[in-house]
């Protein structure tokens, strides 16, 4: 379980507060969709969840750890477990897929691997499984730089996942996609937050959000304005987005 109590993120010379109180309490599986008008803090909670941003105020536990007061272990523990997508994940362009998977995050993998480009055999088999998982078995040996897109975004998901990632935090993960790659990326987080009990909190926009989240939260000027399970937003609830 991760346990969030208070978060408050302060900046500038003002401290003026882009996250205010923020509390919540998330299981493992579920796939949450921030949404929210623009400047509500949106990006900020998924920085300050994956520890890019220090936190002015509150605690963080991940099961058993308090991620702050555990300082630099707390950090290797996130950085281990949790996996922070970016908008246009920037793989290489000359790496097939495989490699790409095989070779992971910079940071994630062992220095003599990268030098000597030595794979286990269970590594291997481990990569496919995962390539094959997010439908992207006959892509494994094609080069990154010819993927599509959403293509692209899959393969940093199955990085993501053959690296033991639990959770997933991503910022807008199908800007850029056309609609049905768009869609089928998320289809695709959804279906991993329900196989392999994954975490998925991402900014998603709301149509999506409907129909694939099993979790909606609503931010408003750094503050949770809604948190809804297992229904879509009422009309006084989509009005605050704008
Ligand atoms: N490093 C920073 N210094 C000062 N203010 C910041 C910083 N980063 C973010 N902000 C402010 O924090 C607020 C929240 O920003 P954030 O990027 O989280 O919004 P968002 O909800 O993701 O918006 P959008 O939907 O436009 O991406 C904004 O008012 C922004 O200007």
């Known amino acids: 379980m991760i346990q969030i109590d208070n978060l408050t993120k302060a900046v500038g010379e003002h401290k003026t507060k882009v996250l205010d109180h923020i509390s919540l309490e998330i299981q493992h599986g579920e796939m949450i969709a921030l949404v929210g008008p623009s400047g509500s803090g949106k990006s900020m909670l998924l920085k300050c969840l994956a520890m890019k941003e220090s936190w002015t105020e509150g605690s963080f536990r991940v099961g058993d750890t308090d991620i702050i007061k555990a300082g630099f272990s707390g950090k290797r523990k996130l950085s281990k477990e ?50 094959e998982t997010l439908g992207l078995l006959d892509k494994a040996h094609q080069k990154a730089g010819t993927l599509s897109g959403g293509e692209k975004q899959r393969v940093a998901i199955a990085r993501a996942l053959a690296h033991g990632a639990k959770v997933i935090l991503a910022d807008e993960p199908i800007t850029g996609l056309d609609p049905r790659s768009g869609e089928d990326v998320i289809k695709t987080l959804r279906g ?24 909606i939260i609503g931010l408003q000027e750094g503050r949770i304005m809604f948190d809804i399970k297992g229904r879509r937003l009422t009309g006084p609830e989509r009005s605050k987005l704008i």
């Open 192 to 215: 991993l937050c329900t196989s392999e009990r994954l975490t998925v909190i991402s900014v998603i926009p709301l149509e999506l959000a409907e129909r694939y989240a099993t979790r």
């Open 82 to 131: 949790w996996s922070y997508l970016e908008q246009s994940p920037q793989l290489h362009p000359e790496r097939t897929a495989l490699k790409t998977v095989l070779i992971g995050q910079m940071g994630q993998t062992p220095i003599w691997r990268m030098v000597t480009g030595m794979v286990r055999s269970d590594d291997y088999m481990g990569a496919m499984d995962v390539l």
